[in-house]
């Protein structure tokens, strides 16, 4: 099975399947696709008691090529297959006559054997001759980098997969409260889609007991109060900021609120000014269309504009670049008194 620029999704369920390639390598920034992959041919290409004898797991650093080629070459015992697993490989094609000897072993294969190679965070040149033949041979796999806006599809398909589902609102509380890092969020993941139990919904109380996120103050409550001009609640989960500023930094918050008046902004310009009309105009889920929606009776464009100055004014202070009138620990204060009057 030859590969070019195929999909995580593809290559998982050519696995399902019981579609086996003679070679894998899987290198890029996003180390969750490449375990997964790995992971499911450790655990699925052999039965548990051909393992012992037909399955080697080699690392880059402690092995060398011809080992690697060696074992790839080496026959089955009692079993239809053999697998080797060569992790953090990156050292093992620095060299060119490493190279060449995976090159003359790709122009006749081991039918019997599945050779895999990981590069974590690793890059591989696709216009290399080496790079051809694995694409030819087998599976070339690139991790790419996932986008924060698409975590919340992660997040839910990941879910769905478990028969769970959860809204928008709450998969921006658990990204808010894991980060990016796909590998941690499929973990905690795991554990709400267990904690649930019966329950086919995954809730805000299930992850704030789980995970241990504050449902009243986040970032997502933040802009909430912003865009309805609750000058009591905005300035309440403010306070709470500043307590807990290592969990919450200026930029952290900055980062959350700069793109929400940039929309708001651009809702202006809306012919449909509903929470649908919004959602189709911005191109934005219900929640951040919503928001917008209530602040566009709130604030004037004028008035927006000079919100949004503000913010970049007030991120650039707390990297450093420009000053302002108050201390660090000013700053979120200072900028919500200006959002708000």
């Not at 050292?91 to 003359?104: A, H, I, Q, R, V």
Request: some cysteine; aromatic content about 10%; charged content about 25%.
């Amino acid at each position: 099975m030859a590969s070019s620029s195929i999909s995580f999704n593809s290559v998982m369920q050519n696995l399902k399947n019981g579609e086996y390639s003679n070679l894998y390598y899987l290198y890029g920034e996003e180390p969750y696709f490449i375990d997964c992959i790995t992971d499911y041919i450790e655990n699925n290409a052999l039965a548990e008691e051909e393992r012992d004898f037909n399955q080697i797991v080699l690392y880059g650093l402690e092995t060398t090529m011809q080992c690697v080629v060696d074992n790839a070459r080496s026959y089955p015992m009692m079993a239809e297959r053999r697998v080797v697993i060569v992790k953090e490989c990156a050292s093992l094609f620095k060299d060119e006559n490493s190279c060449s000897m995976l090159e003359d072993y790709l122009r006749k294969p081991s039918p019997a054997t599945i050779l895999v190679f990981t590069n974590k965070n690793g890059k591989l040149d696709r216009r290399t001759k080496l790079a051809g033949q694995i694409e030819k041979c087998g599976v070339l796999f690139e991790s790419k980098a996932v986008k924060e806006s698409q975590v919340l599809g992660f997040i839910s398909d990941y879910l769905s997969a478990r028969g769970k589902s959860i809204d928008n609102k709450n998969c921006n509380l658990i990204l808010e409260a894991v980060g990016t890092d796909l590998c941690r969020i499929a973990n905690e993941l795991d554990k709400l889609a267990v904690a649930a139990g019966q329950e086919n919904t995954v809730s805000s109380f299930l992850i704030e007991k789980i995970i241990g996120i504050n449902k009243d103050f986040n970032l997502w409550e933040f802009r909430k109060a912003l865009s309805e001009k609750d000058e009591l609640k905005v300035n309440t989960i403010a306070t709470y900021f500043d307590r807990n500023s290592k969990e919450y930094p200026i930029q952290k918050i900055t980062a959350v609120i700069f793109p929400f008046f940039q929309n708001l902004l651009i809702s202006y310009w809306s012919p449909d000014k509903s929470v649908q009309g919004l959602m189709s105009f911005l191109k934005v889920n219900y929640y951040e269309a919503e928001d917008c929606c209530n602040a566009t009776r709130h604030y004037k464009a004028v008035k927006v504009m000079e919100i949004i100055t503000k913010i970049r004014m007030t991120d650039a202070a707390s990297k450093g670049f420009e000053t302002t009138g108050n201390g660090a620990d000013g700053l979120l204060k200072e900028l919500v008194f200006f959002i708000l009057h």
